[in-house]
């Protein structure tokens, strides 16, 4: 039997990502185990997903700040998820930058999910950027994290046409239909080639 990969997930908001990849463990498609789910939005409902699915949820307490992801939180993070036994970190909108601190812990080990065909359109609202530069095509990118702002190597890509009468909602809401087979197809890629 393929043995399952233990990871950990941060993100902020809805936590559609995160469910994907349960859903997609759960049908066998992905030899994984999801051990903790933190959020730095207390708020956020990927924590309620994770609780209902028996999956440890923690609030991620970043001494105030409102965007910053100060260094002693992510060494705090680094060492939850290191004591969750995790193996592999995936951001599933997890809006705050990472860096040198958990890389550290976990370099060549974090994965994210951008709603953009990276390198175009990294940081806030990618789909909004892209309808505002009026492109006929964005995306979504998995890709490795590294200490710049969605710029680590690219793991899979998905392409979404942008189509007439779009508004920004409508092209998010098809660009993450496709988030949610590349994240899943990415970790396999990466399991693959980490055994
Ligand atoms: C996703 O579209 C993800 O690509 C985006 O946030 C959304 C989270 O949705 N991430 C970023 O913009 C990161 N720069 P979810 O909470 O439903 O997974």
């Known amino acids: 039997m393929e043995k399952k990969r233990k990871i950990g997930v941060l993100g902020s908001g809805s936590?559609?990502?995160?469910?994907?990849?349960?859903?997609?463990?759960?049908?066998?498609?992905?030899?994984a185990e999801i051990v903790l789910v933190m959020s730095d939005n207390p708020d956020g409902y990927i924590l309620e997903r994770a609780r209902q699915a028996g999956i440890p949820a923690e609030v991620i307490d970043c001494a105030g700040y409102q965007s910053k992801f100060p260094d002693h939180c992510q060494e705090r993070v680094g060492k939850r998820l290191q004591e969750a036994g995790a193996e592999f970190v995936c951001l599933a909108g997890f809006m705050r930058l990472v860096k040198q601190p958990l890389l550290d812990v976990?370099?060549?080990?974090?994965?994210?999910?951008h709603p953009s065909l990276l390198p175009h359109f990294p940081g806030l609202e990618a789909w909004r950027q892209a309808i505002d530069a009026g492109v006929a095509e964005s995306g979504c990118t998995v890709h490795y994290v590294d200490a710049g702002m969605d710029t680590g190597p690219v793991i899979v890509q998905r392409q979404v046409p942008v189509?007439?009468?779009?508004?920004?909602?409508?092209l998010h809401e098809r660009i993450q239909e496709q988030e949610h087979i590349a994240y899943p197809?990415?970790?396999?890629?990466?399991?693959?080639q980490s055994p």
Do not use: C
């Not at 976990?106 to 999910?113: A, E």
């Not at 189509?163 to 409508?170: C, F, K, N, S």
């Open 163 to 170: 189509l007439q009468g779009d508004t920004a909602e409508t």
């Open 106 to 113: 976990y370099g060549g080990k974090i994965l994210n999910i």
């Open 15 to 31: 936590g559609s990502n995160m469910q994907a990849l349960l859903d997609a463990i759960e049908v066998g498609e992905l030899a």
């Open 185 to 192: 197809e990415a970790l396999k890629l990466v399991f693959a």
